[in-house]
């Protein structure tokens, strides 16, 4: 397991961060062998969300019940908006919420801190400033040790961190947006969101640690489309059909899988990258953990991407 370090956190994360969403809430000894095995190999953080609801918690309670608190760092995330059209009941990034929601993932897991919280959405009409004042807030409570953004454009991030370098209190960690050798040409799901080009040459100079989320295009690059059809609304452009072909045909020379090279592809990107990682069984997280090996230099980055 390959390891990296974010801003205003002192401890070494790993490059796979684990998502709860696969384990299975009801069968405890499926999901704590999963969660055994990825710590086993070095693995260190757990990826939830308030919005995944509360069974999740739940179970990460009695796995911490079970393995004790530290056994894994928690990557907690709340603020989503309603699905729906914009409006008063839409919007979730209010201060209410906020405490509402890191107090709420807390009395799930019976844990009494996140290491991490990030909101799951941004609502660019909120003032950057009040959103980094809350959450200084509830740092300073020992409820949160750091925090980010999941699909917040980079711009919003780098304005919350000059607001808080100003005014003496802690920035942004985090940013975990969709970082994909696929780039999606619609949302997949409402405020989803990837990097752009403004936002990865941002990300390059490694001032936040980047956490992406759905490196392999949500089951495009395992040719799920048949499956999905949303893989397809979403994924199904002239451009990343010949990414695909590109891919697939570097990964046949390599001796590594199309979805292995797909992650790797993400994980060497320039900057400071984290990978979420939703493995359902032992042996594709071992898949995952051998795609975090590989090395692809510059010109293989560029060619998987640009045909160049």
């Known amino acids: 397991m390959k390891y990296g370090t974010i801003p205003h956190f002192d401890k070494p994360i790993s490059r796979l961060v684990m998502g709860v969403i696969p384990l299975p809430q009801n069968d405890d000894e499926k999901a704590f062998e999963l969660l055994d095995a990825y710590r086993a190999a070095g693995g260190n953080t757990i990826d939830n969300s308030y919005h995944y609801g509360e069974g999740f918690g739940l179970l990460m309670g009695r796995y911490y019940a079970a393995r004790g608190e530290d056994a894994l760092f928690r990557f907690d995330k709340g603020n989503h908006h309603h ?76 304005a919350a961190n000059e607001y808080a370098a100003k005014h003496g209190l802690q920035g942004f960690s985090i940013s975990s947006p969709n970082l994909s050798l696929a780039y999606p040409r619609d949302e997949m799901w409402t405020g989803a969101y990837a990097a752009s080009p403004e936002d990865r040459a941002w990300y390059a100079n490694g001032e936040v640690g980047v956490f992406s989320w759905s490196s392999g295009g949500g089951g495009f690059f395992a040719r799920l489309e048949n499956d999905n059809a949303d893989i397809m609304r979403v994924y199904g452009s002239e451009d990343n059909f010949a990414r695909r072909e590109r891919l697939e045909s570097l990964a046949k020379e390599k001796g590594v899988s199309p979805t292995q090279l797909a992650l790797a592809w993400t994980l060497n990107q320039p900057g400071n990258i984290f990978g979420l990682i939703g493995p359902r069984n032992v042996e594709q997280l071992q898949d995952n953990l051998q795609a975090a090996e590989i090395e692809l230099t510059p010109e293989e980055l560029s060619h998987l991407e640009f045909g160049s």
């Open 83 to 158: 699905y729906g059209r914009p409006g008063d009941e839409w919007r979730q990034v209010t201060k209410e919420v906020m405490d509402q929601q890191i107090r709420g993932n807390l009395e799930r897991a019976k844990v009494s801190y996140s290491d991490f919280y990030v909101l799951h959405r941004d609502d660019e009409e909120v003032p950057i400033g009040e959103i980094v004042e809350w959450l200084n807030e509830h740092l300073q409570a020992g409820r949160i040790k750091a925090f980010g953004g999941s699909n917040w454009k980079a711009s919003r991030i780098a």
